[in-house]
């Protein structure tokens, strides 16, 4: 009798094993399951760059014969035209500006019709000092509307500045310099036709960003 019951203990002792055995293992395949698996790669929507606002000739209607940036070269002066802009003399935009920089309300009332704001970047990739100073006053670039050369006034809190990037007035580069800068005038008229002209020790350079009609 003792040893049916020694007996039976025996075989209840090892099917508790197994079951516990086999619960140990289902619990362990679960866990490995979850640290194995490969999280889920969450993909991000790939955003739109805005584009860049270069000029606002669209409003009078005028065809480019190229777009902005522009670039012409002349006598080891690279200029580039980054930006060109007509503002309402007396828009909020001109007026900030003027006012930032002090240029004179004169140059600016009637019958001056647009102020025109431009971003350019100037290089030399010359041997030679380039410059727009008291040393050498002659303008080596010039924005021309119309066939008439825009003359840039000068920025009274700025003018006495050597190579401002806020409002460029007086300026020296040296052989290998960049500059990048903003350049403010003012025009009487609706534009029709606008280029760039670059001209450094007889070699001069002038490329068309509106042609006249009909050319």
Avoid: C, H
């Amino acid at each position: 009798m003792k040893k049916r019951v020694v007996e039976a203990t025996l075989v209840a002792a090892m099917l508790f094993s197994v079951v516990l055995g086999q619960g140990l293992v289902a619990k362990a395949e679960t866990i490995t399951s979850v640290v194995t698996a490969k999280p889920t790669a969450t993909v991000k929507p790939t955003a739109t760059p805005t584009p860049i606002m270069r000029d606002n000739l669209f409003k009078f209607g005028l065809k480019k014969e190229v777009d902005l940036p522009v670039t012409i070269s002349a006598g080891g002066l690279t200029y580039t035209l980054e930006k060109l802009m007509f503002y309402d003399v007396k828009s909020k935009e001109a007026q900030s500006l003027m006012k930032l920089y002090d240029y004179s309300d004169n140059i600016y009332k009637s019958p001056t019709k647009y102020m025109v704001w431009t971003k350019l970047t100037v290089e030399n990739k010359g041997s030679k000092v380039i410059q727009l100073s008291a040393k050498d006053s002659s303008a080596k670039w010039v924005l021309k509307v119309d066939g008439f050369n825009l003359i840039a006034p000068a920025p009274g809190n700025k003018m006495l500045e050597l190579n401002n990037k806020e409002a460029l007035y007086n300026w020296v580069l040296k052989p290998g310099e960049k500059l990048s800068s903003y350049q403010m005038y003012g025009y009487i008229k609706d534009p029709s036709v606008i280029s760039i002209y670059v001209n450094l020790g007889g070699d001069f350079e002038e490329k068309y960003i509106v042609k006249r009609p009909g050319e």
